[in-house]
């Protein structure tokens, strides 16, 4: 293990960058401000999750939906009323939450936002197959047929039923083939399908929501509670998922200017573009790129910047950098890119960088390519000298990815570093190096305040979850450490 660690004191820079200054720190208590803020915006946006649920049955209650409650055959049509409108508004959630929306991924970050998208689709289909089932018994009851024939007759004989059986189809392949995804490694296409799957399944869901019996007749409530709540995620997510990119990629107009080696494997992507005081400010948050050359155009890479725009032009011209390790076959084509190679951007995402900080001191931990995000996170989030620490964990000194660009960060900001290199110590547990663990080496050993610090974590995910929880036993809250999952 070779571990080098830098004392808190500023020096000058020598990274070829804008020099910055050591002293850069907001007031006292803007942190824990800023955490105050976005924890009301959680909590803001958690009531209007659970609102639109109370008003999908709220509004049926008020256009007079249970006086029809005189018979069991009506008991369970209302049932199954209320299971399907519960059911698409938990649908509708889902959408919103997978559109980017930036004020939702500026609160609780695009990794947080698609793991609650993935816990409201079991709900979801439940409701909405309760939905089917105790429709198809309460007609049934009425006209005195088994909830089988019903179901056919439902189909044959109501205009735009059929509509709702292919949606209730279209949404069981979605949830099953998503269970079965998470216990297996897909591509990205795969998931991609999944996602159009569940837009093909809402958009078909829809027409007989209007147009079968007076649930959503003119001049209700609830028709225009529908209309209102279907319109906007629609428009959510042509804006933010379509047109957004579009015109990101039509101003910033990137173009590949180089590729250069880092080590065995690893390169930066060197784009130049115009107008990229738009991207500064954001180390640590992820874009994902399309790079628009032939048999690569298709196939997004969610990458963060590892440094901040370089602006040697006009209205913001200049070039910007990513890190790319070859982690497979779709990155390895990367590492081959030509200069002049057209890209495509979506972003920035995410909440790895200063708007999570709830603290003043700062460490930050990273392995492997994971280093780079908090390469340009360094750069950019405010600390006073002695308030931040960064470990950098790889086998070897080559693993390092970046290295000597931190240190000259560190030396121009007055920042701790520590190099933890060598094999993993034993245990599946740990994510120290083995000589560290002989030695009796916490996490405390290297930063005894740490319960005082926000914590970055990034690298690979069990190796990531390792250092989370031992960040946990040294004593930093759940809302200090901020790791981001590149999930779809």
């Given at each position: 293990m070779k571990t080098q660690l830098l004392p808190a004191s500023p020096a000058a820079s020598s990274s070829g960058r804008p020099e910055l200054s050591p002293t850069k720190e907001p007031a006292r208590g803007w942190f824990a401000r800023q955490y105050r803020q976005r924890?009301?915006?959680?909590?803001?946006?958690?009531?209007i999750a659970w609102a639109s649920v109370a008003a999908a049955v709220a509004l049926w209650l008020a256009d007079g939906g249970a006086t029809n409650i005189t018979?069991?055959?009506?008991?369970?049509t209302a049932g199954g009323i209320v299971a399907g409108l519960a059911g698409m508004d938990l649908v509708?959630?889902?959408?919103?939450?997978?559109?980017?929306?930036?004020?939702?991924?500026r609160t609780i970050g695009h990794d947080r936002a698609l793991e609650f998208h993935g816990k409201l689709g079991k709900p979801s289909l439940y409701l909405l197959l309760a939905h089917g089932v105790l429709i198809a018994i309460g007609y049934g009851m009425a006209e005195g047929l088994d909830p089988v024939s019903e179901s056919i007759n439902l189909w044959v004989q109501v205009p735009d039923m059929w509509l709702a059986f292919v949606s209730m189809a279209l949404f069981i392949a979605v949830v099953v083939t998503s269970l079965v995804a998470v216990r297996r490694r897909f591509p990205y296409e795969f998931w991609y399908v999944v996602h159009l799957l569940t837009y093909a399944a809402v958009a078909t869901s829809i027409p007989h929501q209007f147009s079968v019996g007076?649930?959503?007749?003119?001049?209700?409530?609830?028709?225009?509670?529908?209309?209102?709540?279907?319109?906007?995620?629609?428009?959510?997510?042509v804006y933010f998922r379509i047109l957004e990119p579009v015109l990101a990629?039509?101003?910033?107009?990137?173009?590949?200017?180089?590729?250069?080696?880092?080590?065995?494997?690893?390169?930066?992507?060197?784009?130049?573009?115009?107008?990229?005081?738009?991207?500064?400010?954001?180390?640590?948050?992820?874009?994902?790129w399309r790079f628009l050359a032939p048999g690569m155009w298709w196939h997004p890479h969610p990458f963060s910047l590892s440094a901040e725009p370089i602006f040697n032009g006009p209205e913001?011209?200049?070039?910007?950098?990513?890190?790319?390790?070859?982690?497979?076959?779709?990155?390895?084509?990367l590492l081959r890119l030509r200069k002049g190679t057209k890209v495509a951007l979506e972003g920035p995402y995410g909440l790895l960088s200063t708007a999570?900080?709830?603290?003043?001191?700062?460490?930050?931990?990273?392995?492997?390519?994971?280093?780079?995000?908090?390469?340009?996170?360094?750069?950019?989030?405010?600390?006073?000298?002695?308030?931040?620490?960064?470990?950098?964990?790889?086998?070897?000194?080559?693993?390092?990815?970046?290295?000597?660009?931190?240190l000259d960060l560190c030396q121009a900001r007055g920042a701790r570093l520590f190099h933890l290199t060598g094999p993993r110590g034993h245990g599946r547990s740990t994510w120290l190096p083995d000589d560290a663990v002989r030695n009796g080496y916490s996490l405390n050993s290297y930063v005894p305040d740490i319960a005082d610090a926000d914590v970055y974590v990034c690298g690979p995910a069990a190796w990531a979850a390792n250092v989370i929880a031992d960040a946990g036993k040294a004593g930093v809250r759940e809302e200090q450490i901020h790791h981001e999952r590149f999930d779809w």
């Open positions: 924890m009301l915006r959680t909590d803001l946006l958690t009531v018979t069991p055959a009506a008991l369970f509708l959630l889902m959408l919103l939450l997978a559109a980017r929306i930036p004020f939702i991924d007076g649930l959503f007749a003119a001049g209700t409530w609830q028709r225009w509670y529908w209309l209102a709540i279907c319109i906007y995620t629609g428009s959510a997510l990629t039509a101003r910033h107009q990137l173009t590949v200017a180089k590729v250069e080696a880092v080590a065995p494997g690893v390169v930066n992507i060197v784009m130049r573009g115009r107008k990229l005081d738009q991207l500064a400010g954001t180390g640590g948050r992820f874009f994902i913001g011209q200049g070039t910007l950098r990513v890190t790319v390790r070859n982690l497979g076959s779709g990155s390895a084509q999570a900080r709830t603290k003043n001191k700062v460490v930050m931990i990273g392995a492997g390519i994971g280093i780079t995000p908090l390469r340009a996170l360094l750069e950019t989030t405010p600390f006073a000298p002695g308030e931040a620490t960064v470990l950098l964990r790889g086998h070897t000194d080559q693993e390092i990815y970046l290295g000597g660009e931190i």
